[in-house]
T-cell receptor, first 117, second 113 residues
Framework: NAGVMQNPRHLVRRRGQEARLRCSPM?????VYWYRQLPEEGLKFMVY????????ESGMPKERFSAEFPKEGPSILRIQQVVRGDSAAYFCASSLTAARGGTDTQYFGPGTRLTVL | AQSVAQPEDQVNVAEGNPLTVKCTYS??????LFWYVQYPNRGLQFLLK??????LVKGSYGFEAEFNKSQTSFHLKKPSALVSDSALYFC???????????FGAGTRLTVKP
């Protein structure tokens, strides 16, 4: 069973361009989480999605950032009109379930490193 | 390449007792070490980190962790557990040479009243 896949591993964009980061969860997983890691810092939660639904987006910036997890295909984190401050590593994780009273283990992808020139 | 291991899938403690969640790591250079907590239906939350300096690091919610270079460990501790500490805990290591991050599989902590 392949682990969580993220692509691309490295992405370079110029200011004002769009960045699309993809995350393919582990087979059978229907819960996806996105995290941002800024230089010299730990991870920061961004958004939690289930298939076709956003469950918790409390960590998402209000503008330029969006996420989706369609019925078919990978989850996409989209950053419009990127700025230098968006440069970071973005990690995706997936879990099998999020049962009431507990949360299944999250399995993390290798991350996508976004560099904005 | 760096890696991190959390040898216990589950830790059970009684409320008021001390707790320890174990983590060992492997890196090729000096490590950045992190602990995160995940409450039900939420994303990860940062607890604490070790970069350099004192081996005992204090973090949020009364947690602390001790960096032990000789044992390549970074165990999470709390002197007196609360029922509300019940959650999933993730250890992570960042290798400053490769600038990459790896996470443990997580340890489920259950604190019983």
């Amino acid at each position: 069973n392949a682990g969580v896949m993220q692509n691309p591993r490295h992405l370079v964009r110029r200011r004002g361009q769009e960045a699309r980061l993809r995350c393919s969860p582990m087979k059978g997983h229907s819960h996806v989480y996105w995290y941002r890691q800024l230089p010299e810092e730990g991870l920061k939660f961004m958004v939690y999605l289930q298939k076709e639904n956003i469950i918790d987006e409390s960590g998402m910036p209000k503008e330029r950032f969006s996420a989706e997890f369609p019925k078919e295909g990978p989850s996409i984190l989209r950053i419009q009109q990127v700025v230098r401050g968006d440069s970071a590593a973005y990690f995706c994780a997936s879990s099998l379930t999020a049962a009431r009273g507990g949360t299944d283990t999250q399995y993390f992808g290798p991350g996508t490193r976004l560099t904005v020139l | 390449a760096q890696s991190v291991a959390q040898p216990e899938d589950q830790v059970n403690v009684a409320e008021g007792n001390p707790l320890t969640v174990k983590c060992t790591y492997s890196v090729s250079g000096n490590p950045y070490l992190f602990w995160y907590v995940q409450y039900p239906n939420r994303g990860l939350q940062f607890l604490l980190k070790y970069i350099t300096g004192d081996n005992l690091v204090k973090g949020s919610y009364g947690f602390e962790a001790e960096f032990n270079k000789s044992q390549t460990s970074f165990h999470l501790k709390k002197p007196s557990a609360l029922v509300s500490d019940s959650a999933l805990y993730f250890c992570a290591v960042r290798d400053m040479i490769f600038n990459d991050m790896r996470f443990g599989a997580g340890t489920r902590l259950t604190v019983k009243p």
